[in-house]
C-alpha cells in the first residue's frame, strides 16, 4: 500500500481514532464524528479523484512525449538514409570510376541527374538526446548533414563549370580524336580555367567521399542510440552499403589527377 500523504487523509485518520477510542471516545465526539465524517469523506473524495486525474493525465503526457520522441527519431533515421543513399549512388556511378584515373578532370562528365538537397534533418525534435547526454551525436548529425550540402555544392559547380565552360572550348578538339597533353590542356583551357577544373575535380571526389563515410557512421550511431534510449521502439537498419563503395570511402585523396 502507498504511503499517506495527504494532511486530510491523515487528519480524518485522527479524528476517527479519537472519537472512536478511549479516553477520547465520548457520545458529543462521536456525535460530531458522525456528522463530520460524511462531509470528510467528499472531501477526501473529491481530492482523491483531482490527484488520480492528474496523475493519469501526466502518465498520457509522458506517454505521448515518448512516442513523439520515437517518431523524431525514426524520421530522422530516415532523412539520414535518404542522405545517405543519395550521394552514395552518385559515389558508385560516377565517382568510383574516376578516382584513380588520372585523366579525371577531363573524363569525368558533368552529373546531371537530380540532386535532392532539400532533405533536411530536424534538429529540434532530436533535442531530447541532450537530455541522455548524447550532445555529441548531436553534434555529429549536424556535422554530416552540413557534410552531405557541401559535397552536392561541389558537384554542382564542377558540373557546371565543365559543361557551361571547359566543354565549349573542348568541343573544337573532337573532330581530331586524339589525346590532349597536360600542356596542351593547359594551352586550349588557360590555366585559369585548366586549374579550377582540377581543384574542383579533387573537391568533388574528397567531399563526396567524406560525406558518405560520415553519413554512414553517424545513422549507425543514432541507430543504437535511440535503441538505448527506446528499447520498446522499432529503428531498422538500412541496407548496408555495397562492400565495393564501402572500401572506396576509406581510399585516400588521389594525387595523380593531371
Known amino acids: 500500500m502507498k504511503e499517506l500523504k495527504s494532511p486530510i487523509v491523515l487528519l480524518v485518520l485522527v479524528v476517527v481514532i479519537a472519537a ?22 467528499t472531501l477526501v473524495a473529491a481530492y482523491a479523484g483531482v490527484r488520480y486525474g492528474s496523475t493519469l493525465k501526466q502518465q498520457t503526457t509522458t506517454r505521448e512525449q515518448r512516442i513523439q520522441k520515437i517518431g523524431a527519431g525514426a524520421r530522422a533515421l ?15 556511378d560516377v565517382i568510383a570510376k574516376y578516382r ?6 577531363l573524363a569525368m562528365p558533368p552529373i546531371t541527374v537530380h540532386i535532392d538537397d532539400t532533405i533536411r534533418l530536424d534538429i529540434d525534435s532530436l533535442a531530447f538526446l541532450l ?7 548531436l553534434a555529429n548529425l549536424c556535422i554530416a548533414e552540413t557534410r552531405f550540402v557541401h559535397a552536392v555544392d561541389a558537384i554542382r559547380r564542377r558540373s557546371a563549370l565543365h559543361a557551361n565552360e571547359v566543354q565549349l572550348k ?9 589525346n590532349l597533353t597536360p600542356e596542351e590542356l593547359r594551352g586550349i583551357l588557360g590555366i585559369r580555367l585548366f586549374s579550377l577544373l582540377v ?7 574528397a567531399k563526396t567521399d567524406d560525406a558518405v563515410e560520415t553519413l554512414e557512421v553517424v545513422s549507425l550511431d543514432l541507430h543504437a542510440a535511440l535503441k538505448a534510449i527506446f528499447p520498446e521502439g522499432k529503428f531498422p537498419l ?21
Not at 78 to 90: P, S
Not at 100 to 105: E, L, T, V, W
Not at 131 to 137: A, I, M, N, P, V
Request: no cysteine.
Open 100 to 105: 584513380n584515373y588520372s585523366p579525371a578532370p
Open 131 to 137: 537530455d541522455h547526454g548524447k550532445s555529441d551525436l
Open 199 to 205: 581543384n574542383q575535380t579533387h573537391e568533388v571526389i
Open 20 to 41: 472512536f477510542s478511549a479516553p477520547f471516545g465520548t457520545p458529543a465526539l462521536a456525535a460530531f464524528a458522525k456528522d463530520f465524517l460524511p462531509a470528510m469523506a
Open 170 to 178: 573542348l568541343e573544337n578538339m573532337i573532330p581530331e580524336s586524339r
Open 238 to 258: 538500412p541496407s548496408p552499403i555495397e562492400e565495393e563503395t564501402a572500401k572506396s570511402v576509406k581510399t585516400p585523396r588521389p594525387t595523380g589527377l593531371l
Open 78 to 92: 530516415f532523412t539520414i538514409w535518404r542522405q545517405l543513399n543519395t550521394i552514395a549512388q552518385i559515389q558508385e
